[in-house]
């Protein structure tokens, strides 16, 4: 564990290194809620320093045949490369760590040295692991003491703009543990039981459309919150596919503000299509 930079965070790290039980699927599928745990704002810290850590371990399967899915291009530049710039751009962010394929880190790093970015954000290079929830959790590994709130952001959203990025950050600062970008869902969605492909399934049940919302990146959270949540949070099979519901599940309050139609994620190749039409859209309204 970093060295505790004052005796409030040696607090925190105390709680959040005791040795309770972590919270498992099955005990949060039982309907208990778990008792909120100590509550953290960002206020109480100042000053708040800010780090994304960007998941792009994953290979992109649903992508299709290729390369890692980060490393393909949108316009002949790599979706990490655009997803870096993305979080960079923000004044708020002093450090971005990349959490890359295992055995794609030398590759990753020497991509980001061809990229170069404005002097005032640093970038680390991290392996990451067989899941989502494994590679941010080895990302929040490698983050300096001195960071005090913690953007998670998937490399899978190149485009997302600053003012959302920004709009996260300021939430945070504003003692929010646990902020997310979102929109109104616009297709009806229905719970069922899942056949295998090609069977038809049977339906559950249809959640009211106007309480549902479709949840984006950049996550932002206060960084002792989110450590905690991945101590003790435990999920089994592909684990959790949305940081914020470790939170959740931890009794701590999450928040959402608007989200951005470009903040879409780029998941089957039609997105690539769409992607590279909204960087069009851009050189064209700003003329680069
Ligand atoms: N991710 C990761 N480590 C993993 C799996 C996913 O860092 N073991 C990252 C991806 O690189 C991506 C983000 O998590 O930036 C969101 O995941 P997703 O869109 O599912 O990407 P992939 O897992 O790469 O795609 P697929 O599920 O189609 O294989
Ligand atoms: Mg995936």
Do not use: C
Request: charged share 20%.
């Amino acid at each position: 564990m970093a060295i505790p930079n004052s005796a409030e965070e040696a607090n925190l790290n105390a709680n959040a290194n005791s040795d309770r039980a972590p919270l498992t699927t099955s005990e949060s599928a039982s309907g208990a809620t778990p008792a909120r745990t100590a509550v953290r704002t960002a206020t109480a810290r100042t000053p708040v320093r800010t780090a994304a850590v960007i998941p792009a371990a994953g290979r992109g399967v649903r992508l299709g045949p290729g390369a890692p899915k980060a490393l393909r291009a949108l316009n002949g530049t790599p979706m990490l490369i655009h997803a870096v710039r993305a979080m960079a751009v923000s004044r708020a962010v002093s450090l971005v760590v990349v959490v890359a394929p295992a055995d794609g880190a030398a590759e990753v790093r020497n991509l980001l040295d061809e990229y170069p970015l404005a002097d005032r954000t640093d970038v680390l290079v991290v392996p990451g692991g067989d899941t989502r929830q494994e590679s941010v959790r080895l990302g929040l590994a490698a983050l300096p003491a001195d960071i005090t709130a913690v953007l998670v952001h998937d490399a899978a959203r190149p485009l997302v703009p600053v003012d959302t990025v920004d709009a996260v950050v300021a939430a945070v600062r504003a003692g929010a543990p646990a902020v997310v970008p979102a929109l109104p869902v616009t297709d009806t969605v229905k719970q069922v039981e899942p056949r295998p492909a090609g069977e038809p399934e049977p339906v559950v049940g249809t959640p009211e459309r106007a309480r549902l919302r479709a949840v984006q990146t950049p996550q932002g959270f206060d960084r002792a919150t989110l450590a905690e949540a991945h101590e003790r949070v435990a999920l089994e099979g592909d684990g959790a596919t949305d940081d914020a519901g470790m939170v959740e599940r931890l009794g701590v309050p999450v928040v959402l503000v608007p989200g951005h139609e470009e903040a879409f994620k780029v998941t089957r190749p039609l997105d690539l299509v769409l992607a590279e039409a909204v960087l069009a859209r851009r050189r064209a309204n700003d003329g680069f």
